[in-house]
Structures are given as C-alpha cells and as structure tokens.
C-alpha cells in the first residue's frame, strides 16, 4: 500500500534495542518484550534464520513515517507503532534481543530490497496479491484492514456500514470506498473529494456524517486529529503480509509459525491495543488466519 506513505531517500536509520531508558514509548515495547517468545529449535545452516542470529540483528525494510504503524520519534530515535513493534519482536524472537536495523522502503524499492539481500523481511502494510507473489514470498497475513468508518468524535447512532443507510458519507475521489459504501448502503448519498486531507476537512466541516476509507489511512488521520474517531471494524477486506525473499520456503515457515504463537498468546493483540487500539474504538481483533 504505497499510497500510505511518502517516497523516502533510501538511508538506513538505528532501530531500538528495547532497553530500559526512559524514552517514549520504551514502557510500552518492553512490556510487550516481556511476553514475547525467543525460539529455541534447531536453525538450519546458512538458512536466513542462521544468518540473522550470526549477524545479530534483523534488517527491515519498512517506513519511519506512519503514525500508529512505523514512525520514528524524532527526540528518542524510537521506533514506535503497529508494524514497528512486530518487527522488534520478531527479531527478538530470532537472536533472543529486539535488535533491528531499517532501511526505508517504497512501493519501487521493497521487492528489489529482498531480491537482493539488503533487508531479512518488509514490514510495511505490504498488501497481499496475486501479481506481487509472483515476485514476493508472504508469511501472514499479520493484519487485515480495508474500508473502515471515520466520524467526528462524540458522534452517536454509526457504528457499522448498515448504520451508513440514508446518510451523507464522505469518500475520497476514486477510491475504493465509493463502492465499498454503495454496496453497504445504497441508499446513502455519496459525496466524494480529491483528497484525504480534503475529505478530512469535510467531515469536520459538517459536510457529511461519516468518512469511508482504508483503515490504514485513517489511524493516521486520527492519531494527528483528535477530533476524529474509527468506529467498527474494516467491512471490507486487504490482508498485509510479511515480505520475504521469493522462494525461501524455509524462513517463511518460520514467520508463519511465530505468527501464529503470538497470535494463539494475545501477544498479537496486546500490540494492537498498544498502537492501533489507541484511536480504534472496541476490543482487540482476532488476528487472520494465517496463510488464508
């Protein structure tokens, strides 16, 4: 999901260790650390697993710009978010510390960045498809999002794409949420603007009752605003896979197993009340079934 970010000179920037100093979001990781499994099976010579412990730190390929998923704290240098704090802890569960190093990725960049080597895994709200499993392995899915539901805060009576009926609701231009909402409400009236700032605006402006779009957008539009609020869960489906080098059957097994354990924990969900959960109201979500 390119479009959730904006294109970045390629620079590698320190990742956390998940120590104990008194910085934003410390508290939080190392909670979730405290939880976290460390595998303690066999590692197959010179597989990726074997490479990463020898190194002694897992390469991402990921953002440092997205609110609630992958965002670098520009005091600390933390790492804080959804896709950030999975990363941690999959390379704790690696070498047995959160140690990870990322290299900023685009839409462009993330395939040829697993191609050849320079990062172990994307991180990176990367959307599962049939085209990019041409060239990309997937352990996951870790996430599903899709068309969620934007009102303003305090706002009563929408809680689900039913509740949209007969409404004014706000879209962005040519998005997919145009009939995401025709097909979850025909009779709302549709009401559609350039942009997701523009949207945004609108919303707050009175202009419509509810905004429709990827929920990956708008936990970063309510994580700046407060005034905004997500209602529900996503009623339409886009499932985010972990990238791994193509044909490496071996270590997308191994993500797919880790996945699957902190998911069985609540680990998986005790990370999404940490980042996501903060601007999502209702309980956790069950994570997706893996390899669905």
Known sequence: MGRLFVAALLLFVAGCSGGTEA??????????????????????PG???????????????????APL??????????????????????????VGKPSTELLTATSETREPLLANGTVDVIIQTYTITPARQERVSFAGPYYRSGQSIAVRKGTSGI???ADLVGRTVIVGANTPGVKAVRDAAPTAEVV???????????????????????????VADAS?????????EPFTEDLYGIGIRHGDAEFTAFVNDWLREIGESGLWQEVWKQTIGTVVTGDAPAPPAIAS
């Not at 990463?52 to 897992?58: D, H, Q, S, T």
């Open 23 to 44: 910085v934003p979001g410390a508290g939080k990781i190392d909670a979730l650390l405290a939880k976290a499994p460390v595998y303690a099976g066999e590692v197959t």
């Open 192 to 218: 559609e603007f350039g942009s997701d700032p523009e949207c945004v605006t609108a919303l707050k402006q009175g202009r419509g009752e509810a905004y429709v779009q990827d929920q990956a957008i708008l």
């Open 224 to 232: 700046k605003d407060g005034e905004l609020q997500l209602v529900g």
């Open 47 to 65: 597989s990726a697993v074997d490479r990463i412990r020898k190194r002694g730190e897992l390469l991402i390929g990921g953002s440092q710009d």
């Open 159 to 161: 809680a689900k794409p």
């Open 69 to 94: 998923l992958s965002q670098l704290d520009p005091i600390s240098g933390e790492l804080t978010g959804f896709d950030a704090y999975l990363g941690k802890l999959l390379a704790h569960y690696v």
